[in-house]
């Protein structure tokens, strides 16, 4: 794992939604995971929502909370496995503007040194929309925790080196006319 400058730290603005078409916010452990993580690591809670297993409304909340400005990257959790109802990484596909395949390989590379062959059932992911990152994960608190310890941790650091995506943020939206 590369160094952390202690200096210039700035906290994101992150957003949790849950996919999932039974799970409340009483129940909700893989969002619990993620919020506690996050806070815990200096971040913002910007928003944080439950949606069910519908390829629209989860593409929908993308894109609502990728035109607010007071949200600058999305975690998912839930909906990325093979079963009929499993189409986060499909709405994903419907509204990114860019992909950030390395994400869903590195996923699956820390997931395998834990749970084995059976990670080839995850589709986690990452896209940009708006400027906004968007982290698709698996539905389980362990997943969450990998993939928030093992990858977005440091990637949400902006102090991280030797280059990580918040000191990116900033220009995810050159290609924009107006930005």
């Given amino acids: 794992m590369a160094a952390t400058d202690q200096a210039g730290f ?10 999932s078409d ?11 995971t993620l919020e506690e ?6 971040h913002e809670l910007a928003a944080r929502d439950i949606v069910r297993d519908d390829r629209a409304a989860i593409a929908e909340r993308f894109r609502t909370w990728a035109e ?4 600058e990257v999305i975690i998912s959790t839930g909906g990325t496995g093979v079963t009929g109802r499993d189409v986060t990484p499909e709405a994903l596909s419907d509204v990114a503007e860019k992909k950030v395949d390395g994400f869903g390989e590195l996923f699956r590379w820390i997931s395998f040194q834990k749970i ?3 990670t080839v059932q995850s589709r986690a992911d990452a896209g940009v929309l708006k400027g906004t990152y ?4 698996p539905g389980s608190p362990g997943a969450c925790r990998d993939g928030w310890d093992e990858i977005l941790k440091d990637q ?4 991280h080196k030797p280059c990580n995506f918040a000191e990116l943020l900033p220009r995810l939206r050159e290609h924009e006319p107006d930005a």
């Fill in 156 to 159: 949400l650091d902006i102090r």
């Fill in 116 to 118: 084995g062959t059976s």
């Fill in 37 to 42: 993580r996050l806070l815990d690591a200096g």
């Fill in 10 to 19: 700035r906290p994101v603005r992150i957003a949790v939604l849950t996919v």
């Fill in 134 to 137: 968007i982290f698709v994960l």
């Fill in 68 to 71: 607010d400005e007071n949200i």
């Fill in 22 to 32: 039974t799970r409340t916010r009483d129940d909700d452990r893989s969002g619990d």
